[in-house]
């Protein structure tokens, strides 16, 4: 009886113990799951239009993306991810369903969790290319070169190339290449030697390739005779006038985006060349004299030639004036400054900006009649300045201070228009004074 019950308790004990064993090694993965699942591996997933799979695969350790045939349940791709977060492109598949799991590998543990399988399919109208629409051919003379042109429209997806080929009136195969992509369509530019070109009819067949599968063949035709020279549209020159500073104004349309302006004088001599903008040219100030402007464009894509009827622009003495400061809507503004310590007193003078050639020269004047200082005015915004700095020692003369400023174009001045500033020396460390004209 004794000997039973022993015998009974050691099996108790053996079943305890094996029971022990087994939970023990299935619960390391199954802790091991829970762990994972709290640092949230997850996949995102999608096939586009060209039979891409796209996986975004977020989670720790080391990621792959598996790929499972799901006609014979094997794995056909095995892919590790760069890092947590970033998409995946898996191509290069056969029509079918696929299932796929990414997979955070542990190398400690040497333990995988996975996420739920998700089933995509391919079809074979996504491996497969459109077939090109709209082949159309340009041609031009391009120097010593006959460029054709061959384009198709834009086909969707980012797995798809156009082949163009080139025949000749012979039906000899002259050049195949793969199109490029430019905004809606895709093109390819075939350059013949004037010398090899032969009259007859030129074709361009265009096909698409996608995966190593072909679309159907479009062709069009082209006569060599049809080859000429391109011709851009004539720019016009319009509404010529002429503003009371002398410049020469006008609207000109051009349909190229280079363009440049000539002037010329009336001995036919190059006054000017400059790049223009549509829609308004401005030329520069100019002596009285007959001048005659054009407008040369540029063709953007072929670099020919093309210029404008003359527009004939009459300068006369009255345009040709100095300004005249003083003058309604020419205000002068002087001052005398002095900085402490400085040894120099500074004579300013502003007037507005007049134009390029229309400067003012200034003089001061001492008390005593004497000159003491010149200077020609700068631009400075929309002010004509200049700052004329006198020795504080040629200043010992208590009394008016002259202004005497003249305006100045082509090296004809107008009448001086003076202003004075009253003095008492010797001046203090630091001062300053200035009038307006009213």
């Excluded at 622009?313 to 345009?319: F, L, W, Y």
């Amino acid at each position: 009886m004794r000997m039973d019950l022993l015998k009974t308790m050691k099996a108790v004990v053996g079943i305890l113990v094996v029971s022990f064993v087994i939970w023990g090694y299935q619960s390391l993965p199954v802790s091991r799951t829970l762990a994972a699942e709290e640092k949230n591996l997850s996949q995102e997933v999608e096939v586009n239009m060209d039979g891409v799979i796209l996986v975004n695969v977020k989670g720790p350790e080391t990621l792959f993306v598996n790929i499972i045939d799901t006609s014979n349940n094997k794995i056909v791709v095995r892919q590790k991810v760069l890092k947590s977060g970033s998409i995946s492109k898996l191509k290069g598949f056969t029509p079918g369903t696929y299932t796929v799991k990414s997979e955070s590998y542990d190398g400690v543990s040497k333990l995988s969790q996975f996420t739920i399988g998700y089933n995509v399919t391919i079809t074979k109208a996504m491996l497969m290319p459109q077939t090109p629409e709209n082949l159309f051919i340009s041609a031009m003379k391009n120097g010593e070169y006959n460029v054709l042109t061959a384009s198709v429209d834009l086909i969707p997806g980012e797995e798809t190339t156009v082949n163009f080929k080139l025949y000749d009136p012979l039906g000899e195969l002259v050049k195949e290449a793969n199109g490029n992509k430019l905004k809606d369509e895709i093109i390819y530019k075939f350059r013949l030697k004037e010398t090899d070109v032969i009259q007859g009819v030129y074709t361009i067949k265009a096909h698409a390739i996608k995966y190593g599968n072909l679309s159907s063949t479009v062709k069009q035709n082209i006569k060599a005779s049809d080859i000429k020279a391109p011709q851009p549209v004539t720019p016009v020159i319009s509404n010529l006038r002429i503003n009371p500073k002398g410049y020469c104004e006008f609207d000109f349309s051009s349909k190229s985006k280079l363009n440049t302006m000539y002037v010329y004088d009336s001995n036919n001599k190059q006054v000017q060349r400059s790049i223009v903008k549509p829609a308004v040219g401005v030329t520069a100030e100019f002596i009285p004299g007959t001048y005659s402007i054009y407008i040369e464009a540029k063709d953007d894509e072929f670099n020919t030639l093309k210029r404008s009827t003359a527009a004939i622009c009459k300068i006369t003495a009255k345009h040709a004036l100095p300004p005249t400061p003083g003058l309604v809507n020419s205000k002068v503004s002087v001052g005398v400054f002095k900085d402490n310590n400085d040894d120099v007193v500074s004579f300013q003078t502003a007037v507005p900006y007049y134009s390029d050639e229309g400067k003012y020269f200034v003089q001061i004047i001492a008390p005593n009649g004497k000159e003491i200082g010149k200077g020609y005015t700068h631009k400075s915004n929309e002010t004509a300045e200049v700052r004329i700095d006198v020795e504080l020692a040629k200043l010992t003369i208590s009394g008016q201070y002259t202004f005497v400023i003249k305006g100045e174009k082509f090296k004809s001045q107008s009448n001086a228009y003076t202003t004075k500033v009253s003095l008492k020396m010797p001046l203090p460390d630091l001062f300053w004074t200035a009038k307006s004209q009213n």
